[in-house]
């Protein structure tokens, strides 16, 4: 099993900026991927950015450039740096993990304001 705990959500005006933390623990010794999800409420769940244990990235393209995903492998963690922040980033934010299962953390709301 693995355990994600997320924070850094918070509010922010437009062009602002927030960095999230996700912690991962447990069996953490098989997880290949960490990444960010975001879902507004009634809509699907999409991928925002995502980094593979040899540090390979991918982003959505909505946030490329103002966004940017690293890792801590010491700590075990996972950091999504958000600059620029727009209205539309307004989400819960969802880390997760994967091993031989999906994993995902509690969520965190961001929400900028115009």
């Known amino acids: 099993q693995v355990q994600l705990v997320e924070s850094g959500g918070g509010s922010v005006q437009a062009g602002g900026s927030l960095r999230l933390s996700c912690a991962a623990s447990?069996?953490?010794?098989?997880?290949?991927?960490m990444g960010w999800h975001r879902q507004a409420p009634g809509k699907q769940r999409d991928l925002v950015a995502s980094?593979?244990?040899?540090?390979?990235?991918n982003y959505a393209d909505s946030v490329k450039g103002r966004f940017t995903i690293s890792r801590d492998n010491a700590k075990n963690t996972v950091y999504l740096q958000m600059n620029s922040l727009k209205p539309e980033d307004t989400n819960v934010y969802y880390c997760?993990?994967?091993?031989?299962?999906?994993?995902w953390g509690q969520g965190t709301q961001v929400t900028v304001s115009s």
């Open positions: 997760y993990a994967v091993s031989n299962r999906f994993y």
């Open positions: 447990g069996s953490i010794f098989n997880i290949n991927r």
């Open positions: 980094i593979t244990s040899g540090g390979s990235t």
